[in-house]
């Protein structure tokens, strides 16, 4: 099983990003989730969704910009990205667990599937 990010990009501030993430070889996980890591940062969570009732999560900062969503039939999640701020850049990894519960979501350490990453770039 592989989970696989793209959609990665250099943009300028108030511009949007759609990142994908597939996952071959299987269904999705019962909750896919987005991380990001910026440079000389700790990974941080930004939002995730259960696959089952599309319940979506989100950190407070992507909370009004960010929208999660998945598309079961194609086994992908999708992080849509609008008005980006220049500390939105970094390296975004999708990442997706069955065997984690709700109080879980937002710990990258509870997830046992990740994706490569992708390298989000917001420019002032």
């Known amino acids: 099983v592989q989970l696989q990010a793209s959609g990665g990009g250099s943009v300028q501030a108030g511009g949007s990003l759609r990142l994908s993430c597939a996952a071959s070889?299987?269904?999705?996980?019962?909750?896919m989730g987005w991380f990001r890591q910026a440079p000389g940062k700790e990974r941080e969570f930004v939002a995730a969704?259960?696959?089952?009732?599309?319940?979506?999560y989100y950190k407070d900062f992507a909370k009004d910009r960010f929208t999660i969503s998945r598309d079961n039939a194609k086994n992908m999640v999708y992080l849509q990205m609008n008005s980006l701020k220049p500390e939105d850049t970094a390296v975004y990894y999708c990442?997706?667990?069955?065997?984690?519960?709700?109080?879980?979501?937002?710990?990258?350490?509870?997830?046992?599937?990740w994706g490569q990453g992708t390298l989000v770039t917001v420019s002032s």
């Open positions: 990442a997706g667990d069955s065997g984690i519960i709700l109080s879980q979501i937002r710990n990258d350490k509870a997830y046992n599937y």
């Open positions: 070889g299987r269904t999705l996980y019962r909750y």
């Open positions: 969704i259960r696959l089952s009732g599309g319940n979506t």
